[in-house]
């Protein structure tokens, strides 16, 4: 078969290629209560779910969004949140997030899943297109960006990795910790790692949700850079908040720099 012949089956057989968007949903916490409904601007009341549906909807690789929402009285408002912004909303268990995101997936009629966390406003989305196309061409099972500041991450899921990873992974891999199982058993899976500039390379910051101060730090952030918004580009977010020590300051205690799928030495060779 001719390489041009080539070509035109393998761009057929990505173009059946469906990549969800499916945000997993829930109003509970301990520390802060329906975290994905804070507003990130009280006055124009645009939530920090709002700016992630958002920034999704501006980029043309994702097929759809679909809001995976725990079961319970609690969580209905979500289902709202969807309707406003006229995407899909499936509801299932409080525990098991993976089967939810694999519900999400199915839904859309999907085949891979974009992930990012819902208390996380700001994703780096300057690598979701070329993420999508490693991920396509390489037959990757897995293609993640890591050494963000924390929140900033997003993965790319083969809808099957996931069903494999639910099938044979226990309660603790079908929890939030959706991609346990796949980095406990990284050599039987394909994953791909891509490395950020160095300019973006700062796992010690913190870009997500989970305290008073971390809400107070992301409306600051979103306050100053509204006009970029809803795709405010990273380097500006750590610029903004390395000239704001004050602000930077509110999350540092809870700061865990870490890693999930770049080993250090990968990190290094960050460009």
């Not at 916490?29 to 329906?34: A, F, H, P, V």
Request: hydrophobic content about 40%; overall charge negative; charged content about 25%.
């Amino acid at each position: 078969m001719g390489q041009s012949c080539l070509q035109e089956v393998s761009a057929k057989r990505d173009s059946k290629r469906r990549l969800i968007t499916v945000l997993a949903c829930r109003a509970e916490g301990s520390r802060l209560y329906g975290k994905p409904l804070q507003n990130l601007n009280p006055t124009k009341g645009v939530t920090i779910l709002d700016q992630i549906i958002s920034s999704v909807k501006r980029k043309a690789c994702i097929s759809s969004i679909v809001l995976a929402v725990s079961d319970g009285v609690a969580n209905e408002p979500f289902h709202g949140v969807a309707h406003k912004h006229a995407i899909g909303s499936i509801h299932g268990d409080p525990q098991d997030v993976l089967q939810r995101l694999i519900q999400g997936c199915r839904a859309e009629e999907g085949t891979d899943v974009f992930r990012v966390t819902t208390e996380s406003p700001f994703m780096y989305h300057e690598a979701v297109e070329e993420a999508w196309e490693r991920h396509v061409q390489h037959g990757n099972d897995v293609t993640a960006v890591d050494g963000l500041p924390e929140g900033a991450h997003f993965e790319i899921y083969t809808l099957r990795a996931l069903e494999e990873s639910h099938k044979l992974g226990d309660s603790r891999h079908r929890s939030e910790l959706c991609s346990l199982y796949i980095r406990e058993h990284r050599s039987d899976f394909k994953v791909e790692a891509i490395p950020v500039p160095k300019v973006v390379c700062r796992p010690e910051l913190r870009l997500t949700v989970d305290y008073p101060e971390d809400l107070a730090l992301c409306r600051a952030v979103y306050l100053a850079l509204a006009g970029h918004a809803p795709l405010i580009p990273m380097a500006e977010i750590i610029r903004f908040l390395d000239s704001h020590p004050t602000i930077k300051a509110l999350a540092e205690p809870y700061a865990k720099p870490e890693w999930l799928w770049l080993t250090p030495e990968e990190l290094a060779q960050c460009p």
